[in-house]
């Protein structure tokens, strides 16, 4: 049976070629404390248990610059390392209770998003340019909130504090669009520039 060869290669595939199980597992862990670095930068809001946080970034910088496959297992790692109680989820917090609290969807979503940012990159090379790079962020936002939203629907139902799709939309939606736009614009501007940067090398 023969491997696919995927027509582009991620970022740090590109920069350390040589596939070892070292190298994968090094790649799984630098890629899940890159988003533990991220989910540090974390602004709670009054008026929704969803924070704003720079975790997002870190994911799907995290899948395109690892590919589908890496990617995935680094937030899956990332999720493991979290469910032990180690503090890397927003705010320096862990434990299995944040996975089942009203964040647990968007968390569970993380591997999901970085293997579809890393896969779009893989397929498509959408990361070697600003309007590639700024499409793949928003359709990993997408993911994220296509999951993330009914957990927290859900959770609310079971508190009796579920009022409505207009108030669950406020609490974990609206508030975070900008954010998540400025973002996009962000990686967009990061990746291309790394590529630019290696092609210079």
């Known amino acids: 049976m023969k491997t696919e060869v995927l027509p582009y290669t991620p970022l740090m595939k590109t920069l350390w070629p040589q596939r070892t199980l070292a190298r994968d597992l090094l790649l799984i862990l630098a890629g899940s404390l890159f988003v533990a670095l991220t989910a540090q930068i974390a602004l709670p ?26 990617g995935f297992l680094a937030l899956l790692a990332y999720l493991l390392e979290g469910a032990m109680g180690l503090p890397v989820f927003a705010g320096g917090t862990g434990g299995i209770a944040k996975i089942l ?18 896969l779009l990159v893989e397929r498509f ?11 793949a962020m928003l359709l990993g936002n997408a993911l994220l909130y296509l999951v993330g939203l009914p957990w927290l629907a859900a959770w609310l139902m079971g508190a009796g504090k ?36 290696l092609g210079r090398k």
């Open 101 to 118: 609290g009203p964040t647990g969807g968007f968390l569970l979503a993380f591997p999901l998003a970085a293997g579809l940012v890393g």
């Open 45 to 70: 809001l009054p008026f929704t248990p969803v924070p704003i946080t720079g975790q997002t970034l870190g994911v799907l910088l995290v899948g395109a610059a690892l590919g589908s496959r890496l």
């Open 125 to 135: 090379g959408l990361d070697r340019g600003f309007f590639g790079t700024l499409l």
């Open 162 to 197: 579920f009022g409505g799709v207009s108030a669950l939309l406020a609490m974990g939606l609206f508030p975070f669009i900008p954010g998540d736009l400025v973002k996009a614009v962000l990686a967009a501007l990061l990746l291309p520039s790394a590529w630019r940067l």
